[in-house]
């Protein structure tokens, strides 16, 4: 018998250390959690664009008419609204744009990088003749512009490219995200040009399909958009158009994904409150197999995810499993400790409390 135990003890180490071991290396992965992006949303993008105007430019660029008679960065003489070089001189109202966009496909969304491909259509319509634009993505990569009109108040583009948007896991996996396509011309101030989101005419094509996702809503909307001060008086607004498709994951796959195969580890593990004391060793090894398939089971799923700072409700269900796993093991434990003539009485015990803890444990684990 006490040979048995010795044995059973040494199972029950080893399998302990393993998960402990993978634990710390995935909370280590946790915390050093990094951000990757295709460009930084705090400055203006420089790659290329293409120019969507057929207008004729204005006589002169702001810059071009600022002085600085002392040195120092330019300014124009008069100026009541904006003390940027790059504003607009003069008083006069800017130009509105009606801004809309037809989506067409999105493709190779990756939840781990945030990154996806999206292919879809671009209207700029306007009351006046629309000045030369310089059209940047702030939080993409365009990989082709293709121009089917070119009029001097109206501008039809398709375009192809890679966008980022960073994904927010806290409810996977009955997560949803957000893919955001943002434009913004790098030419005009607000005070030149002001973009206006055409609701009625953002909208996805007929038949879209995001693979593996479901569309929840549509948005599209028009922001003021500043930079941190990159040199004195930097204080002009840029506008910028922000379309927004929310998705989110199917629920019935993400439950047979990541619930049940939690549940049924739970349910093999409290098998074992029903093997006799006498059968010290088996009782013993339906704990320990099963701590090491959790702590395999969760690692695959971290697998799927970028590293984040916060737990996601899949990590707080595998917390739930660990915790419900450790009580039927203290209660296996508790036999080797107690005198012989009361292991009886923890076993009877034990067929009564560790499952009712485990019902609460993963009640809380699930709820909270």
Same mark, same amino acid.
């Given at each position: 018998?006490? +040979?048995?135990?010795? +044995?059973?003890?040494?199972?029950?180490?080893?399998?302990?250390?393993?998960?402990?071991?993978?634990?710390?290396?995935?909370?280590?992965?946790?915390?050093?959690?990094?951000?990757?992006?295709?460009? $930084?949303?705090?400055?203006?993008?420089?790659?290329?664009?293409?120019? !969507?105007?057929?207008?004729?430019?204005?006589?002169?660029?702001?810059?071009?008419?600022?002085?600085?008679?002392?040195?120092?960065?330019?300014?124009?003489?008069?100026?009541?609204?904006?003390?940027?070089?790059?504003?607009?001189?003069?008083?006069? $109202?800017?130009?509105?744009?009606? @801004?809309?966009?037809?989506?067409? =496909?999105?493709?190779?969304?990756?939840?781990?990088?945030?990154?996806?491909?999206?292919?879809?259509?671009?209207? #700029?319509?306007?009351?006046?003749?629309?000045?030369?634009?310089?059209?940047?993505?702030?939080?993409?990569?365009?990989?082709?512009?293709?121009?089917?009109?070119?009029?001097?108040?109206?501008?039809?583009?398709?375009?192809?490219?890679?966008?980022?948007?960073?994904?927010?896991? +806290?409810?996977?996996?009955?997560?949803?995200?957000?893919?955001?396509?943002?434009?913004?011309?790098? !030419?005009?101030?607000?005070? /030149?040009? +002001?973009?206006?989101?055409?609701?009625?005419?953002?909208?996805?094509?007929?038949?879209?399909?995001?693979?593996?996702?479901?569309?929840?809503?549509?948005?599209?909307? !028009?922001? =003021?958009?500043?930079? $941190?001060?990159?040199?004195?008086?930097?204080?002009?607004?840029?506008?910028?158009?922000?379309?927004?498709?929310?998705?989110?994951?199917?629920?019935?796959?993400?439950?047979?994904?990541?619930? @049940?195969? *939690?549940?049924?580890?739970?349910?093999?593990?409290?098998?074992?409150?029903?093997?006799?004391?006498?059968?010290?060793?088996?009782? =013993?090894?339906?704990?320990?197999?099963?701590?090491?398939?959790?702590?395999?089971?969760?690692?695959? #799923?971290? /697998?799927?995810?970028?590293?984040? =700072?916060?737990?996601?409700?899949?990590?707080?269900?595998?917390?739930?499993?660990?915790?419900?796993?450790?009580?039927?093991?203290?209660?296996?434990?508790?036999?080797?400790? @107690?005198?012989?003539?009361?292991?009886?009485?923890?076993?009877?015990?034990?067929?009564?409390?560790?499952?009712?803890?485990?019902?609460?444990?993963?009640? *809380?684990?699930? @709820?909270?």
């Amino acid at each position: 018998m006490k +040979r048995v135990r010795a +044995r059973t003890l040494v199972v029950q180490a080893l399998a302990i250390l393993v998960a402990v071991i993978a634990c710390g290396f995935m909370l280590f992965r946790r915390v050093d959690a990094s951000a990757q992006g295709i460009a $930084p949303a705090g400055a203006p993008a420089h790659h290329e664009a293409a120019d !969507a105007s057929a207008a004729p430019a204005d006589a002169g660029d702001p810059i071009d008419l600022a002085i600085a008679p002392d040195g120092g960065v330019p300014f124009h003489p008069g100026a009541t609204r904006y003390k940027s070089p790059f504003a607009k001189p003069d008083t006069g $109202p800017p130009i509105e744009v009606k @801004v809309g966009m037809l989506l067409n =496909s999105v493709d190779e969304y990756d939840v781990k990088t945030g990154l996806f491909s999206a292919d879809f259509f671009l209207s #700029l319509t306007s009351g006046a003749p629309l000045p030369s634009l310089d059209l940047q993505y702030p939080n993409g990569d365009v990989a082709s512009t293709e121009v089917i009109a070119d009029k001097p108040t109206f501008k039809l583009l398709r375009i192809r490219g890679k966008f980022k948007s960073p994904p927010d896991l +806290r409810k996977y996996p009955f997560d949803s995200q957000v893919l955001s396509i943002q434009i913004e011309d790098d !030419a005009h101030g607000i005070d /030149q040009l +002001r973009f206006v989101a055409d609701r009625e005419r953002a909208q996805l094509a007929r038949g879209f399909r995001a693979l593996g996702w479901s569309v929840s809503y549509v948005e599209a909307k !028009a922001v =003021s958009h500043t930079y $941190p001060d990159r040199f004195e008086n930097d204080d002009l607004y840029y506008g910028r158009y922000v379309f927004e498709l929310g998705i989110e994951r199917f629920s019935t796959s993400s439950a047979f994904k990541v619930y @049940v195969p *939690a549940f049924v580890i739970v349910l093999i593990s409290l098998l074992g409150m029903w093997v006799p004391a006498t059968e010290m060793e088996v009782r =013993s090894n339906s704990g320990a197999p099963m701590l090491a398939a959790a702590v395999l089971f969760h690692f695959a #799923l971290m /697998q799927e995810l970028p590293e984040t =700072s916060y737990l996601t409700r899949a990590d707080q269900l595998m917390l739930g499993v660990y915790v419900s796993l450790l009580l039927g093991m203290l209660s296996t434990w508790a036999m080797f400790v @107690v005198r012989e003539q009361r292991v009886e009485t923890v076993f009877r015990a034990s067929r009564w409390i560790v499952p009712i803890g485990n019902v609460l444990v993963m009640v *809380a684990a699930c @709820v909270l």
